[in-house]
Every structure is written in structure tokens, then in C-alpha cells.
């Protein structure tokens, strides 16, 4: 579905809020507000729905007025959505969904005309190993779909449900039954050291590997976790030196320094071409089970569908 620009690049005047059992409600500006909310601009929008700038902004005076809300409003040299465009935003993308589905017509949907924006949020590490090779597949199949990758973030919000994001990638712990989970494959943490470190000289011991000096990777700043559960089983505790946010910036830390670091076996290619050396850890510990999560709405959505494909082969092929 596209809004398309004619001799009167307006959209008909709306009807202002309470008009929502009219017949003549222009569906236009659900497209309009979808564009909207996605791009966080009017600049964006326009573009997006090959409208001029005042034609968008003239069409977001319509959709405020006919919502009775702001949408979108001035922070600094952004808009930021209103508390209601959030409430709103994942089912205005829904509707738009579903609307563009029915006049596809019965026939599979060809990604090759589909122009919008998935969203997946997951640990950096998994923008850093698998979106080059996301970005080239998208490119052959699906030209007109752009990917965002959104990091994790330290407070534990709805994202799938509030529809900030499309896909959640990583260890799924949820238990919200709106959101569908499918596992890949569990996982399991390796050690990490640059190339030519003394641990990797002689039998590594669970004495050895915690007597070392660890940084830790938690986006909240945790000092510790299942490792340091291992090792106080055999009376050992390791010296955590510090912490960061994010895997890819532990690894550039590694690589400068004789810290111990960990990693999935899923980050093994990033860690290949950094020219780390990855060893197992010689304790016993749980295995990380890799998942992607999504919400029920996307359940039917051929580009949706195109996507977990996409993450499917990539992680159980890593």
C-alpha cells in the first residue's frame, strides 16, 4: 500500500476526534500515522510515502486532529511519540499490516515490492556477527525492506507488545503468553583471551581460570553470574576486574589486555575475525538456549515470515 502523490497531494479532510463511526473516515491517515510513528519525522514520512514535506505536515494536523493528540512532538531537533502514539503504535502497524495483505491479493506476497522497516532488538554482538550478512540478503530478496538492529536495553520493557520491535533475538526468559518463541539451539559459554595470553599455556584448571582477572559483560552492570555460581561450588572465586555493556566492545578490550572474557558460540565468527582465541571454560555450566520471540500479529506476515527465516538459517548455521 502507498500513498501516492497527485495534482492535490493532500489527503481529504478527517474528521476530528469522535467521528471514529462515520463512514467517511480516510483510512489514508492509518498509513500516514504508521509512516510516522516508524520514522520519527516528518521528513522520513514524506519521503517514505512519496509525499513533499508540507504535504506530511499538513497530513499530521489531520491525524492529530482527528486522534485529539499531539503523536509526535519537538525534543530538541527530534520528535519523540506521545505516550498515546506508543499505546497506539503496534496496533496502527498491525491494521496497516493486515490492510496491505488483502489487496495483495491471494498469491504469495513478492518481498521484492515490499517497502518498510523491521526492527530487531538483541545483544550488539548479534548486529555485529550476522547483520552484514542480513543486509546482503535483504538486498537480493527483499530490495525495498530496511533493518534496524536496537541493543538490549538495561530496563525490561515489552518491547514485542508495544511494537518497538519486530524480532527479539537472544535468550528469550519471557513467560507473556501474547509473545510466540521459537528455540534454536543451546548454546554454550567459551572463554576468551587474546592470542598469546598465559592461560593458554599448560593444563587449564578451574584453580587457574578463576585466579585470573575477568571482566564481566551486563548490560546492568552485574559483576557476576552463572560462572561465579561454578566456581563458589568448588570454593573458588574468581577477581572481576570491571564490567562493560556490550560483547563487542569486551572483545576490543580483550584483545589490548590480559583479561579473561566470555562469549556465546554463536558470537564465533566475529571472534574468528577479531583474532581472539576462544577455549572452553573447565566448569559445569547451564546451557544458554537461543531463541527468537515475536508477537501473534506478525504470525501471517509474509515479510515477518521472510525475516525469522533469515535469523533461523543464520543461527543454527553459525
Request: aromatic share 4%.
Amino acid at each position: 500500500m502507498r500513498v501516492t502523490q497527485s495534482s492535490d497531494p493532500e489527503p481529504p479532510h478527517l474528521p476530528g476526534p469522535g467521528a471514529a463511526h462515520r463512514p467517511d473516515v480516510d483510512l489514508n491517515l492509518l498509513i500516514a500515522l504508521d509512516a510516522l510513528l516508524d520514522e520519527g519525522s516528518v521528513r522520513g514520512a514524506a519521503r517514505r510515502l512519496h509525499l513533499s514535506e508540507p504535504a506530511m505536515s499538513r497530513t499530521l494536523g489531520r491525524v492529530r486532529k482527528a486522534l485529539g493528540d499531539p503523536v509526535l512532538v519537538r525534543a530538541g531537533r527530534h520528535m519523540v511519540p506521545t505516550p498515546y502514539a506508543l499505546a497506539v503504535r503496534a496496533e496502527v502497524g498491525a491494521v496497516v499490516e493486515r490492510a496491505r495483505a488483502v489487496f495483495a491479493g491471494p498469491g504469495a506476497q513478492d518481498l521484492r515490492t515490499v517497502e518498510r522497516t523491521l526492527t530487531i532488538v538483541g545483544q550488539d554482538s548479534l548486529a555485529a556477527t550476522y547483520a552484514p550478512v542480513l543486509f546482503a540478503r535483504a538486498a537480493a530478496e527483499a530490495p525495498g525492506v530496511r533493518l534496524r538492529f536496537l541493543s538490549e536495553s538495561h530496563l525490561d520493557t515489552p518491547v514485542l507488545r508495544e511494537g518497538v520491535a519486530d524480532l527479539e533475538v537472544g535468550v528469550i526468559d519471557t513467560t507473556a503468553p501474547e509473545v510466540r518463541v521459537e528455540h534454536f539451539l543451546e548454546d554454550t559459554m567459551m572463554g576468551l583471551v587474546r592470542p598469546g595470553h598465559p592461560l593458554l599455556e599448560g593444563e587449564l584448571t578451574p584453580r587457574r581460570f578463576a585466579a585470573a582477572d575477568h571482566l564481566t559483560v551486563s548490560r546492568k552492570g552485574r559483576l557476576a553470574g552463572p560462572v561465579d555460581v561454578a566456581l563458589a561450588e568448588r570454593g573458588l572465586k574468581r577477581r572481576v576486574v570491571g564490567n562493560v555493556g556490550t560483547y563487542p566492545a569486551s572483545l576490543f578490550i580483550l584483545l589490548r589486555t590480559d583479561l579473561v572474557g566470555l562469549a556465546t558460540g554463536w558470537m564465533r565468527p566475529l571472534v574468528d575475525e577479531l583474532g581472539l582465541v576462544g577455549f572452553p571454560i573447565p566448569l559445569e555450566l547451564p546451557p544458554l538456549r537461543l531463541a527468537m520471540a515475536w508477537h501473534p500479529r506478525h504470525d501471517a506476515d509474509p515479510a515477518h515470515a521472510w525475516l525469522r527465516g533469515c535469523v533461523r538459517d543464520l543461527v543454527r548455521g553459525s
